[in-house]
């Protein structure tokens, strides 16, 4: 049901084993560095290009200040070099795990000190973990799990990566006294954003879980438990004078807590007789979720020395607040399955959910789903087949919902903040929707798994999933009570595709093991409807468009043509295919890129002799398409020229007629079409381990040590792409100063006594 919108998750937590206790203890160091870096232009490039574009301008005599005898002017930085490092994980885990005939437990304590790759970055964090089970009598066992972790962190602000972008060559960040170099040319040295600039977080969770099962007959037990989840985030960010345009100081404090709680109520029914197995369950479960938020910004702090905000500076109302918002939700559910003798498998579910985030007439849905397999390994006519090792057909198809919208959005509410000829007012904000109810899914499933010669698994499935009444800000007239938007229940989507696995080991002896490992995933997303009767949407400046026939992920933009070789203007298509120098709204299409990968899989290999084994692992995406807005910034043709710029725009803008290039001249500005629309498919070899456990005739000899293992390990090693920003694995449908991808080395020891 809701529970398993997007997938389920099973986790498992460590437990002891009868006999002697077991103390392990790992050991990591990690180096990390940036893997790719972009050409950017020096000072030389700089004052070339300047030249050049001053020429183009009718500035003969100005080259700006990139020549200047002014210091703050002089320096050839490369900020991609100067702000980043070689970067230094340790990180130390120990634990004890042991079991008696009543007591089964697990303590774990760890340390993790990461330096992150941009200068004055970092992550220290401290884990402690308890697993405790007890046997309390013959029918009554209890349980505990705790968690707590806490971490001191220093993060790099958006400003910096941005400054790294930016900021030419020649300007200064270090003057000659040793002080940072300010603000120059609207742009803040990002040096002294790193280095002086906060942006601190510290952050404690801890988790719950407690449970009693009670067996009340031979084969029926009830299971009561608690779960909570405490996070308390406390940030701190300051800003002196030198980072900001105007001298000013700023600084907040903000607490930022979450309380998550979920309380369950089983009954189970287990019973197997002759070749039969029946298991059923019913239950009840509820949730409550709280989150507040309290913060205080201050403007112009009296001292750079004094960083936080408590009284020292003027209240910055606008940035100061205090939230708090809340959902609860409620789910009775229930399960049975029946095997008959592992060849048949019958299982249905049935859910009744209610949230509090919708209204009074959408808040309750049920969901169902009923699932089948059948082993044919196990029937009587492939027995003689020896080679067959499994043979399994699977079916499933259910529904479930969807939930995530904003806490109080079905609600009609007025907000303040406004302003009434001067006077603070409250104004509505929100009409609301009491109809507004859960998101539908239907899935439908079906699998075959197979297994050859004991050595070849094979897996494959054919999904179809099928999304109605989506959750969406359907747009209004501004004429209906004054709002834009309303959330509601609208459209359909659907998402069809097929997933394949393959294990095989081809050699396996006594000591020698050759494994490969693939797999391949197609999903085709396709809008079936929208709200209203509408075919399309245009989804405010984010280049894209909700067209029904077309993925809800795919580009909407005008298509680049490239430059005219005779005078250098850039080029365009319109919607039916001419070319044209003239940009125009009209002419924008679908591209038919989507920034979803359609194809996406991995593979590897596993090798061992003995003790040894090496292990690498590949991942892979293939047509999948990213808008790359730092090359719309870095080769902009004089429209963003206090910033630093390519040095494509030196090397390869159109110069003189003849040239072939996609650059337009100087002075034809960059365009949000698909000249900046990048192909992003990738092949990544992922990991790169090897290992080497020591024998145990070895360790017999110490008496004291079970097992040991050293390895070595690379990630990112290696990154085969088009795309030409710093990673092509990026969450967004947009590239804009992304945080570097980094390139890992690792070494470690794991021990157990």
């Known amino acids: 049901g809701s529970r398993s919108a997007n997938g389920v998750i099973l986790i498992t937590t460590k437990q002891g084993t009868e006999g002697k206790a077991k103390v392990s203890l790992n050991y990591s160091l990690k180096q990390s560095q940036i893997a790719k870096t972009l050409p950017q232009m020096s000072r030389e490039d700089g004052i070339e290009y300047e030249k050049l574009r001053n020429y183009y301008d009718g500035l003969y005599n100005n080259i700006a200040n990139r020549d200047s005898l002014n210091p703050s002017y002089t320096a050839d930085n490369y900020y991609q070099e100067l702000l980043f490092r070689k970067a230094y994980t340790h990180q130390l885990d120990a634990s004890v795990s042991g079991a008696t005939e009543k007591i089964k437990y697990f303590m774990s304590a760890g340390y993790l000190d990461e330096q992150g790759i941009q200068l004055n970055t970092y992550n220290k964090r401290l884990t402690t973990r308890m697993n405790v089970d007890f046997k309390a009598s013959s029918r009554l066992n209890i349980g505990n799990r705790l968690a707590l972790s806490i971490s001191d962190q220093r993060r790099a602000t958006s400003e910096s990566r941005y400054r790294i972008l930016q900021r030419p060559a020649n300007y200064n960040v270090i003057e000659p006294d040793g002080s940072y170099t300010p603000i120059l040319a609207s742009r803040s040295n990002p040096l002294a954003e790193t280095m002086v600039g906060k942006n601190n977080y510290k952050i404690y969770e801890l988790n719950l879980y407690d449970f009693a099962e009670y067996e009340i007959l031979k084969d029926l037990k009830f299971k009561a438990s608690i779960a909570g989840n405490f996070y308390l985030q406390k940030y701190q960010s300051f800003r002196p004078a030198i980072l900001d345009v105007n001298g000013r100081r700023t600084s907040a404090n903000e607490d930022y807590l979450t309380t998550n709680w979920t309380h369950e109520d089983v009954l189970t029914y287990n019973k197997s007789f002759n070749d039969h197995a029946l298991s059923a369950l019913a239950g009840f479960s509820i949730q409550s979720y709280t989150a507040e938020t309290t913060r205080l910004a201050v403007l112009d702090n009296i001292s750079d020395a004094i960083e936080i905000s408590y009284a020292y500076g003027g209240v910055d109302m606008s940035k100061t607040y205090a939230i708090s918002t809340s959902n609860r ?109 859960w998101e539908q899914l239907w899935t439908t499933n079906i699998g075959l798994h197979l297994g050859l010669f004991s050595r070849i698994n094979f897996d494959f499935e054919f999904y179809n999933k099928r999304t109605s009444n989506m959750l969406m800000e359907v747009p209004v007239s501004y004429s ?274």
């Open 480 to 753: 209906d009570g004054g709002y834009s938007s309303r959330w509601d229940n609208v459209g359909v989507m659907v998402n069809r595709g097929v997933e394949m696995s393959l294990n095989t080991d081809i050699i396996r002896t006594k000591d020698f093991t050759w494994n490969i490992n693939a797999n391949v995933s197609y999903n085709k997303n396709e809008l079936k409807e929208l709200y209203n009767g509408a075919d399309e949407y245009i989804v405010g400046t984010t280049a894209s468009k909700l067209t029904v026939g077309h993925s809800v992920s795919e580009f909407y933009m005008n298509r680049y043509a490239g430059v005219n070789p005779a005078n250098g203007d850039a080029l365009w298509y319109t919607n039916d295919g001419e070319v044209t120098t003239a940009l125009r709204e009209a002419d924008k299409v679908m591209t038919g890129k989507s920034y979803i990968a359609p194809w996406q899989g991995g593979f590897g290999t596993t090798l061992t002799w003995k003790g040894w084994s090496l292990n690498t692992q590949f991942s892979w995406m293939a047509d999948r398409w990213l808008y790359n807005n730092d090359r719309y910034m870095e080769e902009s043709n004089g429209q963003f020229s206090m910033y630093n710029q390519s040095k494509r725009l030196l090397y390869d803008r159109w110069k003189k007629p003849g040239d072939i290039t996609d650059i337009p001249r100087h002075g034809v500005y960059a365009q949000h079409d698909t000249r900046f629309l990048e192909d992003a498919s990738f092949l990544r070899l992922k990991n790169l381990m090897l290992s080497y456990t020591l024998p145990q005739n070895w360790l017999k000899k110490t008496k004291f040590i079970s097992s040991a293992r050293l390895y070595g390990q690379a990630q990112n090693l290696l990154t085969f792409t088009k795309f030409t920003g710093l990673d092509p694995e990026t969450n967004s449908n947009m590239y804009q100063a992304a945080y570097q991808m980094s390139r890992q080395f690792s070494f470690g020891l794991d021990i157990t006594f």
């Open 329 to 437: 939700m409620a789910s009775f559910f229930g399960r049975l399955s029946y095997n008959y003798k592992g060849r048949y498998l019958v299982n249905a579910n049935v859910r009744y959910d209610g949230s509090s985030r919708f209204g009074v007439d959408g808040r309750w849905a049920t969901f169902w789903s009923v699932g089948l397999m059948w082993n044919l390994r196990k029937e009587k006519f492939m027995q003689k087949y020896d080679w067959l090792t499994n043979a399994q057909v699977t079916f499933s198809t259910g529904t479930s919902g969807n939930s995530t919208i904003p806490n109080y959005d079905h609600l009609a509410l007025v907000s303040g903040g406004l302003d009434y000829m001067g006077e603070a007012g409250i104004a509505p904000s929100q009409r609301g929707n009491e109809k507004l109810g």
